[in-house]
């Protein structure tokens, strides 16, 4: 199904094999340019291509180069602009272009997912479950005129990401490219992607009655938690479910009045055996799926399941380079981050093919970390020596060729190579002394009275 000059990299590296693979159907060209040619309002192609601008800013994301200059650098041969016409292109990249570069992926990846028979389970049968939350971008390097006369961080812009745990995809992404701004300004955005049998799973940030309202009206159910400005009239008895993970739990009825209309919804409330970091005892979390499809304990356990997409953005963080601190202007930054999201796409469908390969047991120990650290490592001297030309077929196959043909490549690969280092509990930190010369120590010294 490949050439045979790719054997010598499928018995040393399959699993750059299979990431080369993904991402040359998840970036063909083509498809990039009419993509852009389909969403853009403004912007246009003349000289300088979107598919070009993708292949340098991809190049830095995966961190198979230092930085943009340093992409361009190794490429300004076959550039058709400068460097700093790059810069430009980037600056005024329209947000509308990087949310669909999102969902484009998450378009291309979750039927060969479902090809591949590597689906979750669902969270709740019948639901199709959607986890929101935000996410702002790190702040950058002061290199605008705008910065220089502040001490202030500057922070590029926020994102507001849509992540499906059935399919371990971000779906769909909302930016805005200020930093300051608040997550429920996105939320209108939000609305119109809500559908029926949809179960969103947020955080108290997004309780708001105009979504939990528009989530109800559209037959979707939600588990979002509380937020403390938002006041309801309780109904009925509170009633003890037991215990639940993280402390006891209990459950009463609440009505919400909202455009002269009622919102009867559930409240489960769990006192906490920890306090949480903000101090806060108890949570509420409300609900509107019937207490046959999930009891009170249930709902509960779903809220924690939040942290999925908290997960996702910590996994960009530590793997790829989407927040380049040298892109100050929002447009670049939040570009820069959503061809992070839509690597991680492709992740999700590495692990897929694996999943559908060895098994889910194999997949939840991988380490995304050992996966890209492989990738990275040896991707330029496979690029080398396997050029553009050989990949172009396999990103042009039929949906369930590519399917069989991932399935395959994912076969040779060893999941104990890629399992996480698991750690023990931590201890508590010492208490620490004050310094008594200064700022520093010698180690040195320390190690020896400590042998003494």
Known sequence: MVPAAFEPFLKASPVCVLARTILERLFLPERLDQLFRDTAQRQYQHELLFSQVVELMLA???????????????????????????????RSTELGICAALVRDSADQVAPLIRTLQATRAPLVPGYRTRVLDGNYSSATQRRLRVHRDSWAAPLPGKVLAIYDPQLDLVTDVFLTPDGHANERELIPQVVPH????????????????????????????FVIRQHGALEGALRGERRALGRCETG????????????????????????????????????????????????????????LKRWLIENRFYELAMTLNCEPDTLAYPPAALFAFCLGLLASNAVAL??????S????????????????????????????????????????????????????????????????????????????????????????????????
């Open 194 to 221: 809500i559908g029926a049998n949809d179960l969103w799973i947020a955080d108290r940030n997004f309780c708001t009655l105009g979504f939990l309202s528009a989530l109800h009206e559209a037959d979707a159910g």
């Open 60 to 90: 830095t994301t995966l961190r198979t180069e230092s930085s943009l200059g340093a992409a361009y650098h190794k490429r300004a041969e076959h550039m058709p602009v400068s460097r700093q016409a790059v810069y430009d292109k980037l």
């Open 357 to 452: 390969a060895h098994g889910a047991e194999a997949v939840s120990e991988l380490s995304s970390y050992y996966l890209t650290e492989e990738i990275r490592t040896t991707w330029v001297g496979m690029n080398i020596a396997l050029p553009g030309p050989l990949w172009e077929p396999l990103g042009a196959m039929p949906l369930e060729s590519f399917a069989e043909l991932l399935r395959a490549i994912a076969a040779r690969v060893d999941p104990k190579r890629y399992r996480k280092a698991k750690r023990g509990p931590k201890n508590p930190p010492p208490t620490k002394k004050p310094y008594q010369n200064g700022g520093h120590v010698s180690t040195h010294r320390l190690l020896q009275k400590r042998k003494r």
């Open 248 to 303: 006891q739990g209990y459950e009463q009825e609440v009505e919400f009045r909202h455009l002269d209309r009622t919102l009867r919804v559930r409240r489960v409330t769990v006192v906490l055996d920890q306090p949480t970091r903000d101090g806060d005892t108890e949570i509420h979390v409300l609900t509107n799926v019937p207490s046959d499809a999930a009891d009170g304990c249930r709902v509960a356990a779903l809220y």
């Open 350 to 355: 590495l692990k897929g093919a694996v999943r």
